[in-house]
């Protein structure tokens, strides 16, 4: 992708070593990281003898836009989507590691954006930066790998859902689908403030992973690909079926506001749409659940993910086929 930034310093004048010093210099160390960036590894304290591992790949143009996201935003974004994955496993985030590849005429202000939107990102989730590697190419790549910890307590896999469990999500579902269709529409996100900023960066809830965990929940995963596709892969590793009653999801302003304007159903987001990372779990039928969770469905004898008197949605993102 060309960019066409004019700047007195670019990321090319700094050099390797020169852009590692200067990322390392905004990122604070929490005291999970043992040693930080500098060396050939970073250590990491592994207090419970098992960590958590998940990595994502994010391409400009794919993934994110430079013309709508600043690099702050694009930073929070590579950093919540992992953050998001590792409490799905019910762990806590320790760190992130990130693999980096920038064109060299970047200013490195937009360098410093990414950093800063990398650690603000991370420090609520109670994760640092802990290192990296580097390297020049075409456009921006993002390879970002989280680590966790579980504190003592089994991965909440995304098998363990049984007929009789209920369905519940934490989170906020269908906003950044709502962002990302206005964007795609030309429309003016000045209207629409809260749906634009949900596409730029989620905001996933972070404790609500471990605390499910607490809560005796017997799947949990990631809303990444949308609410339908991620509950089936529930329903598939766990050999059982989810029926969702739409009447129980939410569907807040300014969701059909924004719906209306572009002639679709918003609906359609919520129960399609990804990119928000919600999480979504299964407990007991006898669980007692906090206000962060909202009951939404069952699971039940059988297979795949049904939604009452709604034609299953066309969508969730597939990599291949978007």
Avoid at 72 to 91: C, E, P, S, W
Avoid at 264 to 284: E, I, K, Q, S
Wanted: aromatic share 4%; glycine share 14%.
């Amino acid at each position: 992708m060309e960019h066409t930034w004019r700047c007195d310093i670019r990321v090319a004048d700094l050099g390797e070593f020169g852009i590692i010093a200067r990322v390392a210099g905004r990122l604070p160390q929490l005291p999970a990281v043992l040693l930080g960036p500098g060396d050939d590894a970073a250590v990491l304290r592994a207090p419970d003898g098992r960590v958590v591992v998940t990595t994502d790949l994010l391409l400009e143009g794919r993934h994110f836009r430079c013309d709508w996201s600043s690099p702050y935003d694009i930073g929070r974004k590579a950093a919540a989507q992992n953050l998001a994955d590792v409490a799905a496993m019910g762990a806590r985030p320790t760190a992130l590691v990130v693999g980096l590849g920038l064109p060299g005429e970047l200013p490195v202000e937009w360098l410093d954006g990414l950093a800063d939107g990398l650690r603000d990102e991370c420090l609520p989730a109670g994760a640092s930066v802990a290192g990296g590697d580097i390297s020049r190419s075409e456009s921006v790549v993002l390879g970002v790998t989280a680590l966790g910890d579980l504190g003592g307590r089994p991965p909440v896999t995304r098998s363990g859902a049984r007929p009789g469990d209920v369905v519940a999500f934490a989170g906020r579902l269908g906003h950044a689908a709502a962002g990302l269709a206005l964007f795609l529409a030309g429309r003016d996100d000045l209207p629409y403030p809260d749906l634009a900023a949900a596409h730029r960066h989620p905001r996933p809830p972070y404790d609500c992973g471990p605390a499910a965990a607490g809560l005796g929940a017997t799947a949990m995963a990631d809303v990444s690909d949308g609410l339908v596709q991620d509950l089936g892969h529930i329903a598939a590793a766990s050999g059982a079926g989810v029926v969702l009653d739409p009447g129980a999801l939410p569907v807040p302003e300014p969701l059909p506001a924004a719906a209306a304007e572009l002639g679709v159903d918003p609906l359609g987001w919520v129960l399609a749409g990804g990119d928000d990372h919600a999480l979504v779990a299964t407990f007991p039928a006898d669980a007692v659940l906090p206000g962060e969770w909202r009951v939404i469905g069952e699971v039940v004898a059988g297979q795949g993910v049904q939604v009452s008197g709604y034609d299953r949605p066309e969508g969730g993102w597939d990599h291949f086929r978007e």
